[in-house]
């Protein structure tokens, strides 16, 4: 059984109270730093990968897919590559063991990843050539050795980039890259009848890269909670859908003392029933300044910014860093403190028992760590 090497130990103290008293209460994290995922197929070394195909199977731990820039950086036009290399890892006592690495039937990323306890299902994604309409859903073998992938339906439209929830039976879509744009639009998927139900659409500008998990709300009340995106701006506000009502509800920004937060890019975990952590997340003015220089300078201005923006170090693009933590039930944000490490984007984040794992991840445009960092929180 081959192990990943397990790195330096980095301490953080970052408080976190939980607001359910029936749940374990965290109040520091220490993180611990391995070092890679096995090299994909093809290939002596793994470079890190965003948007991967992630979750847990039990204690089991699966990272899929992905993307990155193998060949050329994207300044000298390299192209995004996706993978179709599957890992199943178990964590050892702060080491992750590699139980299996098979492959998909085809390369992925960027799609939407959801545990429950039938298993992950994966939605839409996108490959080397095509976005992907597929509903998959990964589960473990008899013998607990390997995985298995089957497609189990398929959406009416292409889809990647977006939010997506499991609730009695039915998929929750909303917004992301639908048919290749921008969306707001919501959707219910039904997995035992295989129908597609357009429902009212998120009262949000149209978006992708948002943040998004279902938490109990002040009544005790169900709601699908999302947050932040960006089209050819980056967004802070937040909104919920009551499933009873049928209705959006917009809720508090991500916001932390005044400032409002970017959400853009990051990724979440549920918990407890009432809230959600966040790490990650591209800076908004950044963002909203790249996209429109980017779009709109020609000939050797646009050059010249080129190199600039995509040689700058990492933490000159001030990622968010703070661990944040929305409550559904004070309908409030909080810092918890600061990842000790650069701010990932488009990462893998798994919360099993009181660890969670940051894996791989964007840390400046174009550039990725191969890093995964375990969280235990004490």
């Not at 090497?5 to 109270?17: A, K, Q, V, Y």
């Not at 139980?99 to 990843?113: A, D, P, R, V, W």
């Not at 929750?172 to 009212?200: A, C, H, P």
């Not at 944040?324 to 099993?352: D, H």
Request: proline share 3%.
């Amino acid at each position: 059984m081959n192990k990943l090497f397990l790195g330096c130990i980095i301490s953080s103290l970052l408080f976190i109270g939980c607001s359910n008293t029936n749940q374990q209460k965290v109040e520091t994290i220490t993180w611990t730093n391995t070092e890679r995922l096995p090299a994909p197929k093809g290939f002596n070394k793994q470079y890190g990968v965003a948007g991967p195909l992630a979750g847990t199977l039990n204690e089991y731990i699966v990272v899929a897919g992905g993307a990155n820039f193998p060949y050329k950086s994207v300044l000298a036009g390299g192209t995004k590559k996706h993978y179709p290399d599957l890992f199943l890892l178990k964590d050892n006592n702060g080491k992750l063991d590699l139980i299996n690495h098979t492959q998909l039937e085809t390369e992925t990323g960027y799609g939407t990843s959801i545990t429950t306890d039938k298993g992950i299902y994966y939605i839409g994604g996108s490959t080397d050539k095509e976005i992907s309409k597929d509903i998959l859903l990964v589960t473990l073998s008899k013998d607990n050795k390997s995985t298995e992938v089957m497609k189990v339906g398929e959406l009416p439209f292409t889809y990647f980039s977006g939010v997506a929830i499991h609730k009695n039976d039915k998929l929750y879509i909303v917004s992301g890259k639908q048919d290749g744009k921008d969306s707001n639009n919501f959707y219910e998927y039904d997995l035992v009848t295989k129908e597609t139900t357009q429902l009212i659409s998120f009262p949000g500008d149209k978006r992708s890269q948002s943040i998004g998990q279902i938490l109990k709300d002040e009544n005790g009340k169900e709601m699908l909670f999302v947050f932040s995106g960006a089209s050819n701006i980056a967004y802070t506000d937040g909104y919920a859908y009551d499933f009873e009502n049928k209705i959006w509800i917009k809720v508090a920004p991500v916001k932390i003392n005044e400032t409002e937060i970017s959400l853009l890019g990051a990724n979440s975990v549920k918990i407890n029933e009432n809230e959600i952590l966040v790490i990650g997340g591209f800076n908004k003015e950044v963002w909203d300044n790249a996209v429109k220089n980017l779009g709109t300078l020609k000939g050797k201005e646009l050059l010249e910014f080129k190199q600039d923006y995509f040689n700058k170090n990492p933490k000159d693009y001030n990622w968010n860093k703070q661990i944040l933590i929305y409550n559904a039930k004070t309908n409030l944000w909080r810092s918890a403190g600061e990842i000790p490490f650069m701010a990932p984007c488009g990462q893998a984040l798994i919360v099993i028992g009181n660890k969670i794992y940051s894996i791989n991840g964007e840390i400046k445009p174009g550039v990725r760590t191969d890093k995964i960092y375990i969280g235990t929180f004490n």
